[in-house]
T-cell receptor, first 114, second 112 residues
């Protein structure tokens, strides 16, 4: 069975550009969450979506946005990139929300802003 | 918000010895206590968890102990092997919350 898949795996962007990261959850999982992991730190929560609706938002600026599609895949968009946005972006999927079921993480997208 | 600290930040042990990592949290409403392992180039993977109605849980070489009164829980790895080398994160949580709050991580290195 395929796990959580993220694309692309690596990405280099210039300051001020926009980026879109993609996530496909495990088949049957309806919840997708996004996390940012800066080098040397633990992942920080950005968004959670369940059944195409936003269920939670972390402490990130409005430059960050996301959406979930009818097939439960998700995109994370970041506008006006800053050097500080360089990080590993992780997607996690789970059957439901509220932590009742295990969250499975993808391998992440490594974003480098130069 | 939840304040989560892990100690130590780095840990080196001889292969075959035991390793212990401690996680301290601030939210008294936390009722679910997982540990994640992150290997190089991979996302975090759940390795063991415990709920607040039990004090200890064991799964082969790994165990988690919980002291809810003192608001800390620990990961214990016995008979360590080279493949245990990774970064370990705790992420205390309360059901109904929408997010995991990860600790700062502990880099465990097993010396052959």
């Amino acid at each position: 069975d395929a796990g959580v898949t993220q694309s692309p795996t690596h990405l280099i962007k210039t300051r001020g550009q926009q980026v879109t990261l993609r996530c496909s959850p495990i088949s049957g999982h309806k919840s997708v969450s996004w996390y940012q992991q800066v080098l040397g730190q633990g992942p920080q929560f950005i968004f959670q979506y369940y059944e195409k609706e936003e269920r939670g938002r972390g402490n990130f600026p409005d430059r960050f946005s996301a959406r979930q599609f009818p097939n439960y895949s998700s995109e994370l968009n970041v506008n006006a990139l800053l050097l500080g946005d360089s990080a590993l972006y992780l997607c996690a999927s789970s059957l439901s929300v509220g932590g009742e079921t295990e969250a499975f993480f993808g391998q992440g997208t490594r974003l480098t802003v130069v | 918000g939840e304040n989560v600290e892990q100690h130590p930040s780095t840990l080196s042990v001889q292969e075959g010895d035991s390793a212990v990592i401690k996680c301290t949290y601030s939210d008294s409403a936390s009722n679910y206590f997982p540990w994640y392992k992150q290997e190089l180039g991979k996302g975090p993977q759940l390795i063991i968890d415990i709920r607040s109605n039990v004090g200890e849980k064991k799964d082969q070489r790994i165990a988690v102990t919980l002291n809810k009164t003192a608001k800390h829980f620990s990961l214990h790895i016995t008979e360590t092997q080279p493949e245990d080398s990774a970064v370990y994160f705790c992420a205390p949580f309360h059901f109904g919350n929408e997010k995991l709050t990860f600790g700062t991580g502990t880099r465990l290195t097993i010396i052959p």
